[in-house]
């Protein structure tokens, strides 16, 4: 069975600064990868997801992720975070049986 | 409207209460799913319809009954339900719920918030 592995529960940054959030994965076979962000009071809105082809993917928000094979990880990254970004975001794999497994999730703190 | 769409927002229900939540998409999706979102646990899949018909039932207790009447309406009747069941009940779908990539991009709703009381 697939898993996925977000291990900062909590991050803190500060506006403008960079930002990377961590996931790795568990998959026998060439997974699918997301990552949804959710807002408070909202569901999940995909940022972006990687099937095949080019590792590095773009996705809405200035966000991008890089899938790499060898560290079974797809980490999420913004060059410059905005205080709009603070929510929870979600790394996901899924399966070609059509399941998705979702990571605890990390809460994304902007300071001013 | 678009999207995906979900009512009531907020629920307050006693135990002995029964009440229904509903979900709609207007996506043009094949499959519709339910999640649970407690706080600190990871989200949790409770049922998977494609093409109306359940696909998924991850050993839901029977107080939580779906119902799937099109491919664009996902309903999870709730009677006798305990305060752990309080929670985000968030419907999702999907292009198709057949498997590959087309099954795994989900589109999510705001979420219905239940309180069990």
């Known amino acids: 069975a697939q898993s996925v592995t977000q291990p900062d529960i909590h991050i803190t940054v500060s506006e403008g600064a960079s930002l990377e959030l961590r996931c790795n994965y568990s998959?026998?076979?060439?997974?699918?990868l997301f990552w949804y962000v959710q807002s408070p009071g909202q569901g999940l809105q995909l940022l972006l997801k990687?099937?095949?082809?080019?590792?590095l993917v773009q996705g809405i928000k200035g966000f991008e992720a890089e899938f790499k094979r060898s560290q079974s990880s797809f980490n999420l990254r913004k060059p410059s975070v905005h205080w709009s970004d603070a929510a929870e975001y979600f790394c996901a794999v899924g399966t070609n049986a059509g399941k998705s497994t979702f990571g605890d999730g990390t809460t994304l703190t902007v300071k001013p | 409207e678009t999207g995906v769409t979900q009512t009531p927002r907020h629920l307050v229900m006693g135990m002995t209460n029964k009440k229904s939540l509903k979900c709609e998409q207007h996506l043009g999706h094949n499959a519709m799913y339910w999640y649970k979102q407690s706080a600190k646990k990871p989200l949790e899949l409770m049922f998977v319809y494609s093409l109306e018909e359940r696909v998924e039932n991850n050993s839901v207790p029977s107080r939580f009954s779906p119902e799937c009447p099109n491919s664009s309406h996902l309903f999870l009747h709730l009677h006798t339900l305990q305060p752990e069941d309080s929670a985000l009940y968030l419907c999702a779908s999907s292009q198709d719920g057949g498997g590959g990539s087309g099954a795994n991009v989900l589109t999510f709703g705001a979420g219905s918030r239940l309180t069990v009381l």
């Open positions: 990687y099937f095949s082809g080019d590792t």
């Open positions: 998959y026998g076979a060439t997974p699918y």
